[in-house]
């Protein structure tokens, strides 16, 4: 019998090397192969076509629903506000405000009568009436506003529960200031919207009197707050103040303070304004920061195409 | 040259497609794809654009607005030097000068040389008066001259074609409404139909 001298743990060879490794590739594929599914079989045809967006037509009619569907926006707003009872209850705030809600369903017939001659106007220039609120402003302010100072917001992944308001009626009545702005910002941005003249005089005469009810809640709820004041525009001019998120958790460290909610003024500038109008209310969050929503005139986004319906 | 078309199943029979068919397909072809676009331009032509610019006729109207303005700035001007005015009252009715004399500003900036630049004699004669006596007075006239400011630029932009002019007088007058607000909250008025204006004062156009 033939004995090799070579020792146990002899090197492996090149030749040994090569074999090994042709043996892990093998394994590896077929350990790869023997859990693989097979799929559906392919097919050849033609699916449906990729959906494509109506014609953003915007024409007169256009503007008119849209205008109809703010208004009405406002009014309904003004229901819920009042069923709520909120303008009635006092406000810690605003300790002197008194119960508006006389003054406020004075306000209501104004929009909902608006909402009406527009629509008639809609239907005179071609287009179908629009007679539910306007989608965007309500869903993505108003019943957003709502939800906030009524029912507060819930806890998620990153963030505390928020309670509702300590103050719904200031935020109620702050509220009706800034439809009744934006009801008279948006009649003002239509003068230069439309192309038959003769409706300019349409929007503008809704627009006086918003201003004016505007002017008149402002107020009611900053008494002797006819203008803007010198210290609040060098205020709005100046520079933003450096920030910082450092925040004391120590124990007893007092809680943040709540994002500062400013006063409306009768005259907010010397020309009508059509820029976006700031809503700040609610309870703060955790970090004190309340609810800060900017109202917008009627955009693109916002506008009640002849594609779209109240019944979609 | 005629190009053969051949087809399978029941017009499996040749057929000839001629030059002059094929330049009509072409045309018809070009015809449909430029139908959005002509189709556009025939609305517009249904419905034209107003022009931007101020035209002859809004010239004069304008012209006619900046009038009133520059003779508000006077009757102002009157008021405050009449005295006798809180220091609240004296900062609005100053801010309401200012306004009248920016409105002005503005208008002329449109029209050029074309602006008047000059108030109406016979309104401030007509109106001078009224902008004397007590306080409350002058303040309850101010807030009926906003007024009649109001119904004069409505009068003025429903007669507009300008989209700048329409644009420019809407800003003017939409703030003139909330002057009467505030001039009759001032003036200590408490009927919610004159702090809102329930019956807006004449227009003063042709006035001047």
């Known amino acids: 019998m033939n004995q090799t001298n070579l020792p146990f743990s002899s090197p492996i060879g090149r030749r040994g090397l090569f074999r090994a490794g042709g043996i892990t590739a093998t394994a590896l594929v077929l350990a790869a192969c023997g859990k693989s599914e097979v799929g559906p079989v392919g097919r050849v045809g033609q699916g449906a076509p990729t959906p494509e967006l109506e014609p953003e037509v915007i024409n007169d009619g256009v503007l008119l629903r849209t205008m109809a569907g703010l208004e009405t926006s406002i009014a309904n707003a003004y229901a819920h506000i009042l069923e709520s009872g909120a303008l009635a209850a006092s406000s810690a705030t605003f300790p002197d405000l008194g119960d508006q809600s006389d003054l406020v369903t004075l306000f209501v017939p104004h929009h909902s009568n608006a909402a009406v001659r527009f629509n008639e106007l809609a239907v005179a220039a071609g287009s179908e009436a629009w007679e539910c609120g306007n989608e965007r402003l309500d869903s993505a302010f108003i019943d957003m506003l709502f939800e906030r100072v009524e029912n507060g917001a819930p806890a998620t992944d990153v963030a505390l529960a928020i309670e509702p308001s300590d103050d719904a009626t200031r935020d109620m009545i702050n509220l009706v200031h800034t439809l009744e702005s934006l009801s008279a910002e948006s009649c003002q941005a239509m003068v230069q919207a439309v192309t038959d003249i003769t409706l300019r005089s349409e929007f503008m005469a809704v627009g006086v009197r918003s201003a004016r009810q505007s002017a008149l809640i402002a107020l009611k709820i900053n008494p002797g707050g006819y203008l803007i004041s010198a210290a609040t525009q060098a205020a709005n001019d100046a520079p933003a103040e450096e920030t910082t998120t450092t925040v004391d958790e120590s124990e007893g460290a007092a809680a943040p303070p709540s994002t500062e909610i400013p006063l409306p003024v009768a005259v907010p500038s010397q020309f009508g304004l059509l820029s976006p109008l700031v809503f700040i209310g609610g309870r703060g969050d955790e970090n004190g920061v309340r609810l800060k929503l900017s109202f917008e005139t009627p955009s693109l986004n916002s506008l009640a195409y002849p594609f779209e319906s109240c019944d979609a | ?208």
Do not use: C
């Open chain 2, 1 to 208: 040259m005629d190009i053969e078309v051949t087809e399978s199943g029941q017009s499996a029979a040749p057929h000839t497609v001629g030059r002059r068919a094929l330049l009509g397909v072409g045309a018809g072809g070009a015809a449909l794809s430029l139908l959005p676009f002509l189709r556009g331009h025939a609305a517009a032509a249904a419905d034209p654009a107003p022009p931007k610019k101020p035209t002859t006729d809004d010239v004069a109207l304008l012209g006619e607005a900046q009038q009133l303005e520059l003779t508000a700035v006077a009757l102002y001007d009157v008021a405050i030097g009449a005295g006798g005015w809180s220091d609240t009252e004296a900062t609005a009715m100053v801010f309401m000068r200012e306004a009248h004399e920016a409105y002005a500003q503005a208008l002329s900036g449109l029209l050029g040389r074309a602006a008047p630049g000059q108030r109406s004699e016979k309104l401030f004669k007509a109106l001078q008066a009224s902008f004397t006596g007590s306080p409350a007075d002058m303040l309850e006239s101010a807030a009926l001259l906003e007024s009649s400011a109001v119904a004069t630029h409505t009068e003025v932009l429903a007669a507009l074609e300008s989209i700048d002019g329409s644009k420019l007088v809407a800003s003017i007058f939409i703030n003139e409404a909330r002057f009467s607000t505030v001039l009759a909250d001032l003036a200590g008025m408490t009927d919610t139909s004159d702090l809102l204006v329930d019956t807006e004062q004449p227009s003063l156009v042709g006035q001047g």
